[in-house]
């Protein structure tokens, strides 16, 4: 996507938001946030959660080798470290993952293995998404009247994201890396070294492999992942208490569960800058959920990702590897 057009769905996803804000009152969301008052770094507590449960899943997909003598806190960091990049650079997440093999690396983790692991913990994770999305919307379907079109609206979003899974699958299947430079260097006409290939071809097995013949371990990967995000609600049910404009679980369940199709809508765009606020707003709309919540919590969600990303990219500084070095390996 061109800058141009980044800086348009920025524009306009703010722009959006600010009428949002606007609309419900500046008064109103001050005072929600007066509410907040001291315990406002206690927000950070259930993120934090997520974090190691994602970290969990990520250890669980380099299979039966293992992580090559990295300890889960060094996991847990470089984790850290790089979904802080995914957060600055939007690359449609791959800038992070790429950290995360570099990082990897610099442990002494084999490049095959190191690449493996993020594109199978990935596949993982999005899968775990898909099936949490699919649970927020027959969760929220029974909120929702019955002939509301939001209904069908939400069961449509979660047949084209089992699609994407699908599709996902498929490609990893034929070998995703191989094919994908089969298909680039192909229409821009260019020539990959055969030693490239081969590693190329290599790492494709490697995960098809770990897919077939280690199941458990990616079953392990999928239910970890899966546990983060049905951990990530309680930000909003715990924000929403201590604001006091407080939400049912099954209410910050099916909220959360579509602000991640809200954020993948703005993949391309810094951090989904207004793409996601703007969404959390319309969502809390749509279920006719308080408007001076879901615009505070919109703000206090974004406070929470700055918090988060710079701490990361403190993880990612202290390991000495400047953003430019980043390639994808072979």
């Known amino acids: 996507m061109k800058l141009a057009l980044r800086l348009f769905v920025a524009d306009a996803g703010l722009a959006l938001f600010a009428w949002f804000v606007l609309r419900t009152g500046i008064g109103e969301i001050a005072r929600a946030f007066t509410r907040l008052g001291w315990s406002a770094p206690l927000v950070l507590l259930p993120f934090g959660l997520v974090y190691l449960l994602d970290t969990l899943g990520w250890r669980f997909a380099f ?19 790089g979904e802080s990049v995914n957060v600055v650079l939007p690359l449609a997440y791959i800038s992070g993952e790429v950290a995360k093999v570099h990082l990897l690396r610099k442990r002494g983790v084999p490049a095959v293995q190191s690449a493996s692991s993020v594109v199978a913990g990935k596949t993982a994770q999005v ?9 927020g ?11 509301s079109p ?62 077939r013949h280690d199941r458990r371990n990616f079953t392990r990967s999928t239910l970890a992942y899966l546990a983060g995000w049905i951990v990530d609600p309680l930000e909003i049910f715990f924000v929403s208490h201590l604001v006091g404009m407080p939400l049912d679980w099954t209410q910050a369940f099916t909220v959360e569960a579509f602000i991640s199709v809200a954020k993948a809508l703005g993949i391309f765009v810094p951090g989904a800058l207004g793409v996601q ?17 879901g615009a505070s919590y919109a703000i206090i969600r974004r406070g929470r990702e700055v918090v988060f990303a710079l701490i990361g990219g403190a993880l990612f500084y202290a390991e000495g590897l400047p953003l430019r070095s980043q390639e994808m390996p072979a």
Request: charged share 15%; aromatic share 10%; glycine share 10%.
């Open 137 to 147: 919307a027959l969760v929220g379907a029974a909120n929702l009247p019955p002939q």
């Open 63 to 81: 299979g039966r080798e293992g992580t090559h003598g990295v300890g889960f806190g060094t996991l847990f960091r470089i984790r850290w470290a």
């Open 277 to 293: 606020e703007s969404g959390v707003v319309f969502l809390f709309y749509l279920f006719n959920l308080p408007a001076a919540l």
């Open 150 to 211: 939001a209904r069908q609206g939400m069961l449509a979003i979660t047949a084209v994201a089992l699609a994407i899974v699908a599709l996902l699958f498929c490609l990893q299947r034929k070998g995703m890396f191989t094919t994908i430079v089969a298909l680039v260097g192909g229409s821009l006409r260019l020539r990959v070294a055969p030693e490239k290939m081969e590693r190329l071809r290599h790492l494709d097995e490697r995960i098809l492999d770990f897919y």
């Open 127 to 135: 899968l775990a998404e898909v099936i949490f999305i699919a649970l």
